[in-house]
């Protein structure tokens, strides 16, 4: 059975999109990290003077999902296809067959007085059996100013007792 995308929490959408917005793909089942290449995932917009110009970015594959955070920040007020290919291969070697796309529009550049919203957490919320020496990655669904990022903001707290595990950021 081929995979294949979620589109409820495959985002970016709509029409008001940051311009550091990362982009994820969320599949029904996990992926073959290797099957992602530059190819794989296409994020472009039209350009009067250049025609369709494609966005560089780095793609990173996290089981389910896989993350495009574009190298520089997109332009505002303009329109971006996202086309996964459909050579992508889930654990058993199934392509997803269709190549799978979307569009979403950057919002107008005016004051970013959006906070920050988590996107995405590995391990997933209320995951189980978790080895106790997993890193553990948050996608927010913009660009963080790394300093605000640190051992105060970002704390590991164990279920039972509410006792904070030690780790560094």
Known sequence: IPPQVLPLLT??????????????????EAMQSWTFTPQSIRVS???VTFGTVTILG??????????FQPVDPLLYST??????????EDLAGNKLGQPYTWQFTTKDPDVDI??????S????????????????????DEKMLSSSITSTSMV???????VNVPGSV
């Open 45 to 47: 917009y039209e350009s």
């Open 58 to 67: 780095d793609l990173q594959p996290y089981g389910q999902m896989v993350l």
């Open 11 to 28: 985002l970016p959408t709509g029409t008001t999109v940051g311009i550091n917005a990362a982009i994820v793909v969320t599949f029904d």
């Open 79 to 88: 329109t971006y296809a996202v086309t996964v290919s459909g050579s992508v």
């Open 121 to 140: 957490t590995s391990p997933t919320v209320s995951a189980t059996d978790v080895s106790v020496t997993t890193s553990i990655f948050v996608t927010f």
């Open 156 to 162: 590991l707290t164990e279920k039972i007792g509410s």
């Open 114 to 119: 959006e906070p920050p919203h988590v996107f």
